[in-house]
């Protein structure tokens, strides 16, 4: 290789590397960041200013389940919602060492929301939909199918799921039900802050085909 082509393989492996990292910053660090995330989040979020509805839903799944948890505890505390209801997920969660036992992921939300002082009894679950391919429009199908007569929800979500969740509800209730969206917090503050956004924009174009 002679000098001039050994010079010219340099510089194409060092720009190939800049446009690398510059990639990875744009996609990856700056959604990291607080207000950079809160921009790109927010045609995906929406929240209803009065949650006030029959019963609280929790979606599932996700390390920031606890804090939809959460949200559905303030609710029922600032009587939102009279019913809290939750899917009956029967995935093993962690070791329970007062039960000497592992909980399923169901026992442990329910533990959880009556350690936030919800009455066990204001506590009801509904089987999962094992045979939905788009897991949250399952669970809005599992919600018209499992509780007849409903008159409105307050569907309880992270903040970059709220939009794809509340498509999901009001395509599959019937139109007489009233669905209202809720997060406990904002895009900026999410439990979710390091999730890639790009994967909830493509998903709610599929929801928004599919669903």
Known sequence: MTPTAESQ?????????????????ILVIL???????????APLYVCDNDPN????????????YWERLHGASDL?????????LISHEESYSLYNFVKKKNDILVERAIDYLVW???????????????????????EAQQIAKSVPNLRS???????????RSLLCFERS??????????APSGPVESWEINEPLWSEYLKLLIYTLVA
């Not at 929800?153 to 939009?163: K, L, M, Q, W």
């Not at 209730?173 to 809720?182: A, H």
Request: with cysteine; hydrophobic share 45%.
């Open 153 to 163: 929800i307050t569907v309880v979500t992270s903040a970059p799921h709220t939009r």
């Open 53 to 64: 509805a029959e019963i609280a839903y929790v979606m599932a799944d996700g390390h920031a």
């Open 173 to 182: 209730l019937p139109e007489d039900v009233e669905v209202k969206i809720y």
């Open 76 to 84: 029922y505390h600032m009587r939102k919602i009279k019913r809290i």
């Open 31 to 41: 959604p990291s960041i607080k207000p950079v995330r809160g921009w790109l989040a």
């Open 116 to 138: 936030k002082g919800v009455p066990r009894e204001a506590i009801e679950t509904i089987p999962v939909n094992h045979d939905a391919w788009l897991s949250s429009l399952g």
């Open 9 to 25: 393989n340099k510089r194409s492996i060092v720009g190939h590397f800049i446009r690398l990292v510059l990639c990875f910053g």
